[in-house]
């Protein structure tokens, strides 16, 4: 069965340091790899996805993941995190032909200042 | 482009009666829409799969009878709580797959429902 793992309910970074945020998925095919975030009483925002081509994917708000197909991840960074950056990010994979998405546990981003 | 809504964006109603949630795509046709259900500090659990003029497809554990969907159109599905108890209390959240794409969906803002 296909899983998504995100590593760590809850990250705190002071604002300027970088984000990681980590994401490790289970699945028998190739996926489509999914990053988004959710802002208090709001619904979801994609940032960035991988489906095929360049592993390196870049998103908005100058976030980028990269899918490592050897250890299965597809992890969330920002070189400097902004106060605005606080939320909640969900990775969430699908797999081609498929209609669902499956979330991860979600991890939520506290910035200090 | 790609615009979701979703209404209301909130609803409080009294335990025992129906509540209907519009999810409508603005901008683009959907065969498909999904509605996601979530509790405070939990990730989106899918409800249901709407193919418009199908049934929906309900994911196990899910009452079919008590979560109704109806995908009447290209751009509107409807979430029908009916006789809400306060456990139906939660974030309800529908997404829409643009017509020919298999690998995007685009989410509402969300309804809150609260049972009392």
């Known amino acids: 069965a296909q899983s998504v793992t995100q590593l760590g309910s809850h990250v705190s970074v002071s604002e300027g340091a970088l984000v990681l945020l980590r994401c490790n998925y289970s699945?028998?095919?190739?996926?489509?790899l999914f990053w988004y975030v959710q802002y208090p009483n709001q619904g979801l925002q994609l940032l960035l996805k991988y489906t095929t081509g360049a592993t390196l994917v870049k998103g908005i708000n100058g976030f980028e993941a990269e899918f490592k197909k050897s250890e299965t991840s597809f992890h969330l960074t920002k070189p400097s995190a902004h106060m605005s950056d606080a939320a909640e990010y969900f990775c969430?994979?699908?797999?081609?032909?498929?209609?669902?998405?499956?979330f991860g546990q979600g991890t939520r981003l506290t910035i200090n200042p | 482009g790609a615009v979701v809504s979703q209404h209301p964006s909130w609803v409080i109603c009294k335990s025992g009666t129906s509540v209907k949630i519009e999810c409508r795509s603005l901008d683009f046709q959907a065969t498909t829409m999904f509605w996601y259900r979530q509790f405070p500090k939990q990730s989106l659990m899918l409800m249901a799969t709407?193919?418009?003029?199908?049934?929906?497809?309900?994911e196990q554990g899910v009452e079919k009878d008590k979560f109704l969907i109806n995908h009447a159109s290209l751009t509107l599905s409807t979430l029908t709580v009916t006789s809400a108890h306060p456990e139906d209390s939660s974030f309800y959240i529908c997404?829409?797959?643009?017509?020919?794409?298999?690998?995007?969906?685009?989410f509402g803002p969300g309804t809150r429902l609260t049972v009392l």
């Open positions: 997404s829409a797959r643009p017509l020919g794409r298999t690998d995007t969906q685009y």
């Open positions: 709407s193919n418009e003029g199908s049934k929906a497809t309900y």
């Open positions: 699945s028998s095919v190739p996926p489509y």
């Open positions: 969430a994979v699908s797999f081609q032909g498929a209609q669902k998405l499956v």
